[in-house]
């Protein structure tokens, strides 16, 4: 007997997600030298005793651990990374302060357990050299300037505009206003 077609829609399911293709993108994020990264990261309820990590990827399968809640081992950690849990709610986040361009990347949050890494979420992390903070501009501050310099440019060639026609006047002889003509007297 012949498979029908609803009989091999389980199956082709089956080989997508055993060959990874619906295996979801990295969620971009963008941000400047300074700022900090913000990740949600949420897991099922039963987990919630697991612990949680933070790691960046280095390459396929090879996860560098940043941080993890509770924290697996005596070291202080690095403060620029902390994770919150919220069991409760089932998910945790994850911060990154102090953000530079070398902390462009892929990283991942994800429950740890037996040595192993399941990952909940990945991201890729673009960070771009900003303007310093004393030569950004605010939205109003960058259109008083333009106003600004739209007003000094048109008070320019309106002088100009005028001194050009005063310079044509004086040329051709024209008496300019003001000026009384002086008359030749007859003796």
């Known amino acids: 007997m012949a498979w029908e077609a609803p009989h091999l829609l389980p199956l082709v399911l089956l080989l997508l997600l055993a060959s990874g293709s619906w295996e979801q993108q990295p969620l971009l994020l963008q941000k400047l030298e300074g700022e900090e990264v913000f990740v949600r990261c949420d897991y099922p309820a039963q987990n919630s005793s697991k612990t949680k990590t933070w790691c960046r990827i280095i390459e396929a399968g090879t ?37 530079a361009e ?27 050299r900003g303007l310093p903070p004393a030569l950004a501009l605010s939205e109003l501050q960058a259109m008083v300037i333009v106003l600004t310099c739209g007003f000094v440019l048109n008070k320019g060639l309106l002088i100009s505009v005028l001194f050009v026609l005063l310079r044509k006047a004086r040329a051709s002889g024209e008496p300019n206003p003001g000026e009384q003509q002086s008359h030749p007297s007859r003796s």
Do not use: W
């Not at 950690?77 to 945790?92: C, L, W």
């Open 102 to 128: 070398k902390d462009s990347g892929l990283y991942s949050c994800g429950l740890y357990e037996s040595s192993r890494i399941n990952i909940l979420r990945t991201i890729s992390l673009a960070v771009s």
């Open 63 to 99: 996860c560098t651990l940043l941080v993890n809640q509770p924290r697996l081992g005596e070291e202080p950690g690095n403060p620029r990374y902390v994770i919150r849990d919220h069991p409760g709610e089932g998910y945790f986040t994850v911060t990154m302060t102090a953000l």
